[in-house]
């Protein structure tokens, strides 16, 4: 318990919630709680481009932390594409997913809507998905984990000019108001955060980053206001998690993609978790545990 209220005093020093006592409530208003093994992507990511090519030295820093004695890479996320993501580094990882009322925190920053305001907004949040996680560690609710281990949590926003920041969506209709944003003003950016932790020392490696999308406005609007079903309803009728991601935004998705013009600073990033961003985290990580 020592180690928690620790935790717990540092989130909050570094990023400050509304109240001392909020915390502890989210964490105790979480839903659900799974573990799960790595997997393979989907074929829905075929032909997706992660971006350039990982610098010898980024592959270096996957490759000593893979052969990292008693170092488990624990993924705080239910999200495909970070798992695909991971595979392709490649670093091998269990899931662990602890999650908390995102919307319950940051109200202030998501009222200014700006893109300084969504960096904030998802550094705070993997902070607090984190202490989620060191929860369940403390308390040995993690499995597969046995020694030292590395948390990795991340959020993801998208933010547009005339909406400012965008969440999953929280129903259909909110929804349909993005994709219709996206064919109005064709170009969005996603800011991304990706926060690593060592357990038990607690030290921590905090980046952000962003990308561009690019829509072909006119393509979308014509499909969005002409007959039949329009591409928010092709998503749904395939089953996508469009509901699931930041702003409904699915690049990977074939749907999707024939409405992209390009992608300014990586899929990856858009997709919610940057490489190189993960990599310079774990190289500071090992070089203090």
Aim: contains cysteine.
């Amino acid at each position: 318990m020592r180690a928690l209220q620790t935790i717990t005093i540092t989130l909050l020093a570094l990023f400050p919630l509304p109240s001392p006592a909020l915390l502890t409530t989210l964490l105790a208003a979480r839903p659900f709680m799974t573990s799960l093994s790595s997997s393979s992507s989907s074929s829905v990511f075929r032909g997706v481009n992660l971006g350039p090519t990982l610098s010898p030295h980024h592959t270096s820093v996957a490759s000593r932390f893979a052969t990292a004695p008693a170092l488990t890479l624990v993924l705080s996320s239910g999200s495909s594409t970070r798992r695909m993501i991971l595979d392709s580094i490649p670093l091998d990882y269990k899931v662990h997913v602890s999650p908390v009322d995102e919307r319950g925190v940051g109200v202030e920053l998501r009222e200014e809507g700006s893109k300084e305001s969504a960096r904030k907004l998802v550094e705070m949040l993997a902070a607090i998905k984190r202490g989620g996680v060191l929860e369940d560690l403390e308390a040995g609710r993690v499995e597969g984990v046995e020694g030292g281990c590395v948390v990795l949590t991340a959020d993801q926003v998208v933010t547009h000019p005339d909406l400012g920041i965008l969440e999953k969506p929280l129903n259909l209709s909110e929804a349909s108001t993005f994709m219709s944003a996206y064919a109005s003003t064709p170009s969005v950016t996603t800011v991304g955060s990706v926060m690593l932790t060592h357990f038990p020392s607690l030290r921590s490696s905090l980046r952000t980053f962003e990308a561009t999308v690019l829509f072909d406005g006119p393509k979308l609007t014509a499909d969005l206001e002409g007959e039949g079903p329009n591409l928010l309803d092709r998503l749904v009728e395939s089953g996508a998690p469009v509901m699931h991601c930041a702003g409904g935004l699915m690049v990977e998705n074939p749907l999707v993609r024939e409405f992209v013009v390009g992608v300014e600073g990586g899929e990856d990033a858009v997709l919610g978790l940057a490489r190189t961003s993960v990599l310079e985290c774990v190289e500071e990580i090992m070089g203090v545990v």
